[in-house]
């Protein structure tokens, strides 16, 4: 089991930034960021595996990257030209696929 704990969300005015942080109790080789907005299904964002390999969903493409630090077995999403239609409640998974969650940082984008 992994604990994780994110961080960094907030509410932001459209083409602006945020960098959200995810803080795991151990190292996990895949780790991933997903979204859930209102009435709508979890989406994965953003992957990272263990050689650093990433992949992204289409529409974040371009705007967001992944990046981990494994000294510190964190992980970080750095979203830049954020768009109304990126806000969402944000998870951090631990595995691909997900064995653990965290709880969730909320980021809203105001157009």
């Known amino acids: 089991q992994v604990q994780l704990v994110e961080s960094g969300g907030g509410s932001v005015q459209a083409g602006g930034s945020l960098r959200l942080s995810c803080a795991a109790s151990r190292d996990t080789s895949c780790m991933a960021w997903f979204r859930q907005a209102p009435g709508k299904e979890r989406e994965v964002v953003a992957r990272?595996?263990?050689?650093?390999?990433?992949n992204y969903a289409d529409s974040v493409k371009g705007r967001f990257t992944i990046s981990k630090d494994n000294a510190k077995n964190t992980l970080y999403l750095q979203m830049n030209s954020l768009k109304f239609e990126d806000t969402a409640m944000y998870y951090c998974a631990a595995g691909c696929p997900p064995f653990d969650w965290g709880q969730g940082t909320q980021v809203t984008v105001s157009s």
């Open positions: 990272i595996a263990s050689d650093g390999s990433t």
